[in-house]
């Protein structure tokens, strides 16, 4: 059982739409990242939220925290070819332990 | 070179056999991870390690053996491999606090026949 799960497992859309991918849990998080992997590689971090209610900006990223820390969302806008990969979260609990989703594998079609 | 490394990179081995998988990083963290990345599953943590001569189970840790006698190097061996320890293998580092970024290698993707 995935203690983060992150919905759509798959998604593939053309370049130019907006999409949301989804990370969900039932526990409470002290902080919950965002990494992207692209193959053959490992992934890396895009952005670490803290607060719940918490927004953050990566040019044409949007992260949100939920309000009782235990959920997060990533849209994008106008995706482009180069958003393509594996979104992966990751929480992490009071006890510096660190979980990951089984993430969400995007394609943007030129 | 600065950074985070793997290796090998590849690694073909049969059922029985003993693999050590490498990783050095040059940050000095004190944290340092296994992985092992499968489809469906996502990253599943194996073992991880706080500071040299610490380490900890993580997820999945039955077949698996960790050792850090330096804060640079943390080797994951299989003692006898199995064929569903085949996998792409990340070790990653970060320093204290786990809102920190963590530091992902290159992984090794290991087959076991």
């Known amino acids: 059982t995935q203690l983060l799960e992150q919905s759509p497992q798959f998604l593939s859309i053309q370049e130019g739409e907006n999409l949301t991918v989804y990370c969900n849990s039932s526990?409470?998080?002290?902080?919950l990242q965002w990494y992207r992997q692209e193959p053959g590689e490992g992934p890396v971090l895009l952005v670490t939220?803290?607060?719940?209610?918490e927004v953050k900006k990566l040019k044409r990223l949007t992260f949100q925290f939920g309000d009782a820390r235990k959920d997060s969302s990533l849209h994008i806008t106008a995706a482009q070819p180069g958003d393509t990969g594996l979104y992966l979260c990751?929480?992490?609990?009071?006890?510096?332990?660190?979980?990951f989703g089984a993430g969400t594998r995007l394609t943007v079609k030129p | 070179d600065a950074g985070i490394t793997q290796s090998p990179r590849y690694k073909i081995t049969e059922t029985g056999r003993q693999v050590t998988l490498m990783c050095h990083q040059t940050?000095?963290?004190?944290?340092m991870f296994w992985y092992r990345q499968d489809l469906g599953h996502g990253l599943r943590l194996i073992y991880y390690?706080?500071?040299?001569?610490?380490?900890d189970k993580g997820e999945v840790p039955d077949g698996y053996v960790v050792s850090r006698s330096k804060t640079e190097n943390f080797p994951l061996t299989l003692e006898s491999a199995t064929r569903s320890q085949t996998s792409v293998y990340f070790c990653?580092?970060?320093?204290?606090?786990?809102?920190?970024?963590?530091?992902f290698g290159p992984g090794t993707r290991l087959t076991v026949l």
């Open positions: 990653a580092s970060r320093k204290n606090s786990a809102h920190n970024e963590q530091f």
């Open positions: 526990s409470v998080f002290s902080s």
């Open positions: 939220v803290v607060t719940g209610g």
């Open positions: 990751a929480g992490a609990n009071q006890n510096n332990d660190m979980r």
């Open positions: 940050w000095s963290h004190s944290y």
């Open positions: 390690s706080a500071a040299a001569d610490i380490t």
